[in-house]
């Protein structure tokens, strides 16, 4: 597809133009839009496998589908295919990282032994890139975590591995930290439950809460690591209980400060996030999102340009909570092509935030309170038809990114030159 530059350049001047009578400055926006970094989830380029070898089988209620050739299979190669993703994505973003995906060589580690000199190449990456690095424990696919249970365990030894290898992760989250000049998100989020009705909901609870005191513990300074802890609605092999409940992680965040992880796919089929981002910043500093997209349970599709997402992005920005939100992704399709999942999902959030920032907030607001409701829902309904596309073809032009669908040229291109070779 061929991009006529001047076009481009000239349908934004008319947009500028348009939301300037609204008082919105567009170049303002998109110095704000280039500025608000999201993390792309690692995973989606591998479906979950990680590189320790430890387990065939992908468990603790997650599960990718499809095999479309051109699978990561080693660091070198996934790290190739995020560098294709991040030339076809805008702005400043980060990479969200797995503690299964460490380099140890031919060196067999377990996870609750991890060090930061396992991720060290990851951070030589990440510094010639220019970006930042996040961070999770994985506490599934492992031999410990067969029976569903990690933190919350009965068995104390192998409770004590899990809160270990919670440790470890955060002492390489500080590294991270450190290495880059930018802190280190590092997000707790566990697997356990019941697939079927428990008699004890109690105990598991407190095992948990306890667990999470012993990890977080050791203070490290959040210019370093900053931690996070992640509830989920149910999963495979926990459909009746799960002990990360949201009403745990939101009682355990608020009383220790640490950030709340929202994720699209972990409440109830009928609930979204987007009501819950200005309730719990009454009580919180700062919380992390986890943008995916549900299909009838957790089942992470790719991110789609839809009224969820687009009610996410204008809840931070209506809110003035940009600078207390942090943005990643969280989905994985093995049924398409995995670069165009990272460009399509990442591109629509940028879109939806862009979009929102936008709208004339101040003018909407100032109609609310004078109970102008018949001006507010006109003038809402007109703007979904004002040109934000051109001012984002404008942005992607002006960060020397492919404009509208010209990247999945590209991608085609990689697959066939790439991808379609690997085994």
Request: charged residues 25%; contains cysteine; glycine residues 6%.
């Amino acid at each position: 597809m061929s991009i006529d530059r001047k076009h481009v350049e000239q349908d934004y001047q008319r947009a500028k133009e348009l939301y300037a009578q609204w008082g919105v400055d567009t170049d303002q926006v998109l110095k704000k839009l280039k500025e608000t970094a999201i993390s792309l989830h690692c995973w989606q380029g591998d479906d979950v496998a990680g590189f320790e070898g430890a387990s065939d089988e992908l468990t603790g209620g997650i599960q990718v589908t499809g095999n479309y050739p051109g699978r990561a299979r080693t660091a070198d190669e996934l790290r190739q295919d995020l560098e294709m993703a991040y030339s076809l994505i805008p702005g400043e973003n980060r990479l969200n990282l797995h503690a299964i995906y460490a380099e140890t060589g031919d060196q067999k580690v377990e996870r609750n032994a991890l060090e930061p000199k396992h991720f060290s190449s990851w951070a030589d990456w990440a510094k010639e890139q220019g970006i930042g690095l996040d961070f999770n424990p994985t506490f599934f696919s492992h031999p410990l975590s067969d029976d569903g249970f990690t933190l919350s365990h009965w068995d104390s030894g192998i409770r004590q591995y899990w809160i270990d290898h919670a440790i470890a992760c955060r002492k390489i989250g500080e590294y991270f930290g450190k290495t880059l000049g930018t802190p280190c998100i590092n997000n707790i989020w566990v697997p356990d439950g019941y697939k079927d009705i428990p008699v004890d909901r109690m105990s598991p609870r407190k095992r948990l809460k306890e667990a999470l005191d012993t990890i977080l513990a050791e203070p490290i300074s959040r210019d370093h690591n900053i931690d996070a802890v992640e509830s989920k609605l149910f999963g495979i092999g926990s459909e009746s209980y799960v002990v990360g409940s949201s009403e745990f992680y939101l009682g355990y965040a608020v009383q220790n400060q640490t950030l709340l992880c929202l994720d699209a796919g972990h409440f109830h089929p009928t609930e979204v996030i987007s009501n819950k981002i200005s309730a719990v910043l009454n009580f919180l500093d700062e919380i992390l999102l986890h943008v995916s997209r549900p299909v009838r349970w957790d089942s992470d599709h790719v991110v789609l340009f839809d009224d969820e997402l687009q009610a996410i992005m204008e809840e931070i920005v209506r809110g003035d909570l940009l600078n207390k939100t942090y943005i990643a992704l969280d989905f994985f399709d093995g049924s398409i092509n995995r670069i165009a999942a990272w460009a399509i999902g990442t591109r629509n959030a940028q879109k939806a935030l862009l979009k929102a920032m936008l709208e004339p907030t101040e003018r909407l607001q100032k109609l609310e309170l004078e109970k102008d409701f018949t001006s507010r829902l006109a003038l809402l309904e007109e703007l979904k038809a004002y040109p934000w596309a051109a001012v984002w073809d404008y942005y992607c032009l002006t960060q020397d990114v492919p404009v509208k669908e010209a990247w999945l040229e590209k991608v085609k291109q990689y697959e066939s030159d790439v991808l379609s070779k690997r085994g």
